[in-house]
């Protein structure tokens, strides 16, 4: 009986703690399920106010038009405001780095190019951001050819003649690009490391100041993207020589490929996505991904980027990480076997 007393005198203080650690328990799933209601509900009222894009370089320039595109057709996909916000600077470093400090709530947004996120790393031993873990990648939009271009009025009208005059005036002549790190720069120094000319590097902050150098006769060929040299070849105002892809161009047919010209192998090309930062929610994330892939497989916005000079793309946000991490590793190998070096200033 004693022994039987003794359970029943401690039952009730049994029954009390397994009360209290049931309720913490269902407390703790409660918690947990409101954070997942919350992170729910913020995409489902996702946007509520304006979304920018931050582009890396000058209005005009390849990048700068791609945005004007998706921030336009994302603007009324998702009926708030999508502004594109111009930060040009070192080779798209500096934009690059505000957006991976900006709040990490979808409504700042980074061009994810091919300068930035693949280049860059494999130049620079030190970067203001990590293009892996400071971002969360959205969707790879297009990918997009180079074209080597000069002034009509330049004696240099194929690949071939650029590498002869290289050769006779070695370190002389120039070329531009936008900046260190970016593909407009790479791409022309696979191109002398193919060819084993010497040309003397240019920056600038935009396209449209390559150009206006290119026509002035200051600056001999620069390989632009394809998208902001396009309306000037069509115009009559740069000369195309070569393209830098693998194949030629839906947008200029009857241009060769630097391959196609004496060097085969050559093979380069630019590419633009969305990204925003990391520990931005993942149903926001999803949503952006789901509004972006339709926006880049609509054929109104497909037409649109094959006329640019683009090839739509339009991924997974997983398969977008996986293309980032193989560039970088693609270009890090390139950046070794041509010996490339830049500037660490």
């Known amino acids: 009986m004693q022994t039987i007393w003794r359970h029943l005198d401690t039952a009730p203080a049994y029954a009390l703690a397994i009360g209290f650690a049931t309720s913490t328990?269902?407390?703790?799933?409660?918690?947990?399920?409101?954070?997942?209601r919350g992170m729910a509900d913020a995409a489902v009222d996702y946007p509520t106010k304006p979304i920018r894009i931050?582009?890396?370089?000058?209005?005009?320039?390849?990048?700068d038009l791609i945005a004007r595109v998706v921030a336009q057709k994302l603007t009324d996909a998702v009926g708030r405001q999508v502004i594109v916000d111009n930060r040009p600077g070192a080779g798209g470093r500096l934009g690059?780095?505000?957006?991976?400090n900006a709040t990490p709530d979808g409504y700042t947004l980074t061009m994810g190019v091919s300068g930035a996120f693949g280049i860059a790393p494999a130049l620079y031993s030190q970067l203001p951001y990590d293009a892996v873990g400071d971002f969360a990648p959205v969707t790879n939009v297009v990918t997009q050819s180079q074209v080597l271009v000069t002034s009509p009025a330049s004696p240099v009208k194929t690949v071939d003649d650029l590498v002869r005059m290289a050769k006779v005036r070695p370190g002389e002549l120039n070329y531009g690009s936008v900046g260190p790190g970016t593909a407009t720069h790479l791409s022309m120094e696979m191109l002398q490391s193919f060819a084993k000319i010497k040309l003397t590097h240019v920056p600038f902050k935009g396209s449209s100041d390559v150009h206006s150098e290119l026509i002035r006769g200051d600056v001999l060929v620069f390989f632009d993207g394809l998208p902001a040299s396009l309306p000037l070849i069509k115009s009559g105002r740069l000369r195309a020589i070569a393209v830098s892809t693998a194949q030629r161009q839906l947008s200029l047919p009857e241009l060769p490929t630097v391959a196609e010209s004496g060097y085969p192998g050559f093979a380069?090309?630019?590419?633009?996505?969305?990204?925003?930062?990391?520990?931005?929610?993942?149903?926001?994330?999803?949503?952006?991904?789901?509004?972006?892939?339709?926006?880049v497989h609509s054929p109104e916005t497909k037409a649109?980027?094959?006329?640019?000079?683009?090839?739509?793309?339009?991924?997974?946000?997983?398969?977008?990480?996986?293309?980032?991490?193989?560039?970088?590793?693609?270009?890090?190998?390139?950046?070794?076997?041509?010996?490339?070096k830049v500037d660490q200033s």
């Open 25 to 36: 328990v269902l407390a703790c799933q409660t918690d947990a399920c409101a954070q997942t």
């Open 54 to 63: 931050i582009a890396q370089f000058q209005a005009g320039t390849t990048t």
């Open 96 to 100: 690059t780095q505000l957006g991976a």
């Open 268 to 295: 380069a090309f630019g590419w633009a996505g969305i990204v925003a930062p990391a520990k931005t929610p993942v149903p926001v994330l999803d949503k952006l991904n789901r509004e972006l892939v339709r926006i």
């Open 304 to 340: 649109r980027f094959i006329e640019m000079g683009n090839t739509p793309v339009g991924d997974t946000r997983a398969e977008f990480a996986a293309f980032i991490k193989s560039e970088i590793a693609k270009w890090t190998r390139i950046v070794k076997e041509a010996g490339v």
